[in-house]
Each structure stands twice: as C-alpha cells, then as structure tokens.
C-alpha cells in the first residue's frame, strides 16, 4: 500500500511512523508512506496557504489552490483508490472501514484543521470523511495516525501472527475475552480453572461466552450488527 498524507505539521506525524509495528510495515515493504507539507505549494511569497473567510467572522480557512495543486500532482503519478479528509464532522471510523481500506493500494490522507478548509475541496476532490471520535482536536494529524495505525496493522503479512488481527476486540463485531498469564495466583486472585484445564473445546466455549458478554455489557449495539 502507498499512503500519502498532506499535512501542515508532518514533524507531528513523522516520528509516529517511526515506531514499532509501523516501522516495521514499512521495512518489510508492505507499506510506503510520505508526507507533504501544504506549506510547499503555498501560493504566495509569505509561505502562507490560508486566508479570511468570505462573509467575515473569525479564524482563517485554508485555500483551495495549494491543497488542488497538492492533490493534483499526486494524482499525476498514480490514481488513488480513496482520498479521505479528517473531520469531526466525517463519518465515524469503524474496523469494518480500516478493514476495507486495508486491502486498497493507494490512499491519500488531507487532515483537517481547526480553521477548516475551502468548502470546494471537500466537494471535489474528498472521496471520503472520516471522524475519530465525537470530539474536537486541534487538527487531523492525531485522526490521521489512528487511521493510519489501523489500517497498516491489517494489512496481510504486518502483523507476525496474523490470526492475531483477526482475534481482535470488533472483528466479528465482538470485543475480546480476556487474557492472562504467569503467575497463576497473584494475592489471592487465581487465572480462571478452565484456562489451565487443557480442554480446547471448553476453553474456546469460554472465550467466545466472555466476548458476547462483554460486548452485551459495553458495545451492546455491535450484536446488532449484521
Ligand atoms: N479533526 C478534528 N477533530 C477530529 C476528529 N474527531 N476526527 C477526525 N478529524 C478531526
């Protein structure tokens, strides 16, 4: 997968991608990531990209003509299978979602800021939205990231034990049962019998029951997904 993010702070998100298993999606090739900096297809000699909002008030709206001559020079080189813009007002991130864009080739990632941007991008150039979370950040390089970070770790092959991503609390619309390891008594507090019984069978009888509990005790809206 290629991912491309247009960003105005790319030091924000830099050394995130540095990191653990990003890092190493990225040795083994499965994932090629760059940053672009908005601030380089600035249309002005300030190195500014934007300006005040038509009809006044306050905060200032970033322009049309550096994020189009951004996108448009990397739509030159290949086309992209998504262009998503993080906004709070987006659709909400799912597994289901980073589960599909998981499997696409090339994505390109425009963040969000506080000041917001042109309308017109959002109409012409944004194939899809989406929002971490209801709540407001300062700017979209967090939603990027957690995007990003969702979607990379699912991609075949990133993850060394890959049924380990399949286990996952939401795949299948069910939160995971919980774990334990040594020791097996720690004050007092004993690892549940079964899972030391040696007995498969029971033993995923029992993680299966703990996973519809839970979600019926916290994500009781995930059971009634298809
Ligand atoms: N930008 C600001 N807040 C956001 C959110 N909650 N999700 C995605 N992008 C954002």
């Excluded at 900096?37 to 990209?49: A, K, R």
């Excluded at 029951?209 to 997904?225: C, K, N």
Aim: hydrophobic share 35%; charged share 25%.
């Amino acid at each position: 997968m290629r991912l491309d993010i247009i960003t105005l702070f790319p030091n924000m998100l830099s050394s995130f991608f540095e990191e653990s298993i990003l890092k190493r999606a990225q040795n083994k090739q499965l994932v090629d990531v760059h940053f672009h900096d908005l601030h380089d297809y600035s249309q002005n000699s300030y190195g500014s990209v934007d300006d005040y909002a038509y009809g006044g008030g306050a905060g200032m709206v970033i322009g049309i003509e550096p994020v189009a001559l951004c996108i448009d020079d990397l739509k030159k080189e290949r086309a992209y299978d998504e262009i998503i813009y993080t906004a709070p007002d987006g659709e909400m991130l799912t597994q289901s979602t980073s589960n599909r864009l998981s499997m696409m080739q090339n994505i390109m990632i425009l963040c969000g800021h506080y000041k917001g941007i042109d309308e017109r991008i959002r109409e012409h150039f944004i194939t899809m939205e989406l929002s971490i979370g209801d709540y407001v950040l300062t700017g979209g390089e967090l939603a990027a990231a957690v995007i990003s970070d969702s979607v990379i770790r699912l991609i075949p092959g990133v993850l060394s034990d890959e049924t380990s991503a399949l286990s996952d609390s939401f795949q299948n619309n069910l939160i995971s049962p919980p774990v334990y390891t040594r020791p097996v008594e720690f004050r007092g507090w004993r690892v549940p019998d079964v899972l030391l019984s040696g007995n498969h069978a029971k033993i995923d009888q029992w993680r299966y029951d703990r996973s519809v509990e839970r979600t019926q005790q916290r994500r009781p809206h995930l059971l009634d997904l298809e």
